[in-house]
């Protein structure tokens, strides 16, 4: 039960009378050639490394190998209990994680990439502020696990996950189509409106550029994570109001690809240009080289 593009996917999900995290599920087991028990551990296996990666550096310090990022979610946090939030409780909630999980990974900690390390903050971002709002139980979690699933998977057939082949729109873009499709799915939202959202998410997100700062996953990749969480909420908002997506999520992943095929490739995470080609970005890279 594969499915080639978006198209294919909803047809797919009309055909069975299925939702697209199911029809995601099948896909895994006969693509896969295993079984949904297999299928559904190891999801529960990814939710659990995203919690922990989520919410220990709430605990615990943790410092990045460069030291350019550390503590930024315990700030948050501080901040969320004790003022008024400009964001309001869902959104700081999700900045707040998404920023824990690149103190995680910058600190050599396990963490689940999705799709990629230096994006892996935005999906538990979404997917923790949402559980915490509404009290969610876990198979709703899992499911909007696999609906972002189906939206990694079509990006990666299609087009990109890669900072390097197109700039940080394919790592933070991606992730941030991902988690609003998965933040529609969560909501009780229709396929349609997944994919809508996950279109809307890409087509924001676009050209963005992957320039980190000394070649390092931490700056400016951590405040992007808050970018696409950000971005996520506000696409699952608009699809679950019924606006639509007004170019369809194949070709707005075409797009995105040819988009970012077309960056030079100081814009494509050599760290050549952007932040990292500043005067301060390349202050950092010298301290760090020589340590």
């Known amino acids: 039960m594969d499915f080639r593009n978006a198209e294919e996917l909803l047809l797919l999900c009309e055909k069975e009378k299925l939702s697209i995290a199911d029809i995601m599920r099948y896909r895994e087991v006969t693509e896969g050639e295993t079984d949904r028990i297999t299928v559904e551990c190891r999801m529960k296996k990814a939710l659990k490394i995203m919690y922990d990666s989520a919410h220990a550096p709430l605990e615990n310090q943790f ?15 501080r901040r969320r209990k004790t003022e008024k ?24 900690g396990v ?8 994006s892996s903050g935005v999906i538990p971002g979404v997917l923790f502020a949402l559980q915490e709002e509404y009290a969610l139980e876990e ?5 909007g696990l696999f609906t972002a699933g189906a939206v990694g998977y079509l990006l990666m057939r299609n087009a990109s996950v890669s900072g390097a082949e197109a700039g940080c729109q394919a790592e933070i873009g991606s992730a941030s189509a991902m988690a609003s499709a998965m933040a529609v799915s969560m909501m009780g939202g229709t396929n349609e409106q997944c994919l809508d959202a996950a279109s ?4 924001n997100l676009l050209g963005l550029a992957c320039d980190p700062i000394a ?3 931490e700056a400016p990749c951590q405040s992007r994570n808050a970018l696409g ?18 170019i369809p999520f194949t070709e707005m992943s075409e797009a995105m690809y040819k988009v970012g095929r077309s960056m030079p490739p100081e814009l494509r995470e050599t760290a050549l240009g952007g932040c990292a080609a500043t005067k301060t970005g390349c202050k950092y890279k010298s301290c760090i080289l020589r340590k």
Do not use: F, H
Request: aromatic share 2%; glycine share 10%.
């Open 63 to 77: 410092r990045s190998m460069g030291g350019l990022i550390g503590g930024e979610a315990k700030k948050l946090e």
């Open 85 to 108: 939030s400009v964001c309001g409780n869902i959104l700081s909630r999700a900045v707040m994680y998404s920023q824990s999980v690149l103190e995680v990974n910058a600190s050599m």
């Open 111 to 118: 963490i689940v990439a999705a799709p990629t390390a230096g």
């Open 139 to 143: 198979k709703t979690l899992l499911d």
């Open 200 to 203: 809307i998410a890409l087509s």
């Open 215 to 217: 070649g390092l996953v």
């Open 229 to 246: 969480v950000s971005n996520a909420l506000i696409c699952a908002e608009m699809a679950l109001s019924n606006i639509k997506a007004v």
